[in-house]
């Protein structure tokens, strides 16, 4: 089975453009989370999508914004960046139904993001 | 709001245990986990404990105690290749807050 996939694994932008990050989820599997990971503030939860729908939403400002297409296959948009933005992003996905359930999350390898 | 403790670093020589200790407070749980990270690597999934007790799994161990808002990640018989990041990662709703990490290092 295949594993879930990133792309594109590295990417530098400069600050104010804006970049889209995309995700695979493992076959099968309909929620997929984004995460972004930096040395200071470690894995902060972004958005969880499931079924097309946000389900969850982080602390994040308006400039992160993400969406999942009726395949799972998932998109996350940064506007505007800024130097602070310069992040591993992580997603993830899971096939879980209700709350309670236990859902393990299987993390993509990452795209590393450099802002200059 | 959410606060997930655990400590920055720790060494242990190998073949020894170890024990990574987790606290948390957050508004809501519904299941805590713990995920290993090797550097420049993706997180991968160790244990998962909803219900109180004590979870084993080969050299892993994880116990919960909800009344507390506690956890700990047991590693025994520690292997050079067991030197990693271990993250403890508390479930609410669908969404999953992660705490800082333990850098765990091995030594011969």
């Known amino acids: 089975k295949a594993g879930v996939t990133q792309t594109p694994r590295y990417l530098i932008k400069t600050r104010g453009q804006q970049v889209t990050l995309s995700c695979s989820p493992i076959?099968?599997?309909?929620?997929v989370s984004w995460y972004q990971q930096t040395p200071g503030q470690g894995l902060q939860f972004l958005f969880e999508?499931?079924?097309?729908?946000?389900?969850n939403k982080g602390n994040f400002p308006g400039r992160f914004s993400g969406r999942q297409f009726s395949n799972s296959r998932s998109e996350m948009n940064v506007s505007t960046l800024e130097l602070g933005d310069s992040a591993l992003y992580l997603c993830a996905s899971s096939s879980p139904v209700a709350k309670s359930s236990y859902n393990e999350q299987f993390f993509g390898p990452g795209t590393r993001l450099t802002v200059l | 709001g959410q606060n997930i403790d655990q400590p920055t670093e720790m060494t242990a020589t190998e073949g020894a245990i170890v024990q990574i200790n987790c606290t948390y407070q957050t508004s809501g749980f519904n299941g805590l986990f713990w995920y290993q990270q090797h550097a420049g690597e993706a997180p991968t999934f160790l244990s998962y404990n909803v219900l109180d007790g004590l979870e084993e799994k080969g050299r892993f161990s994880s116990f919960l105690s909800r009344s507390k808002g506690y956890s700990y990640l047991l590693l025994k018989e520690l292997q050079m290749k067991d030197s990693a990041s271990y993250l403890c990662?508390?479930?609410?709703?669908?969404?999953?807050?992660f705490g800082a990490g333990t850098t765990v290092t091995v030594r011969a």
């Open positions: 076959s099968g599997h309909r929620s």
């Open positions: 990662a508390v479930r609410n709703d669908y969404k999953l807050s």
């Open positions: 999508y499931f079924s097309e729908t946000q389900r």
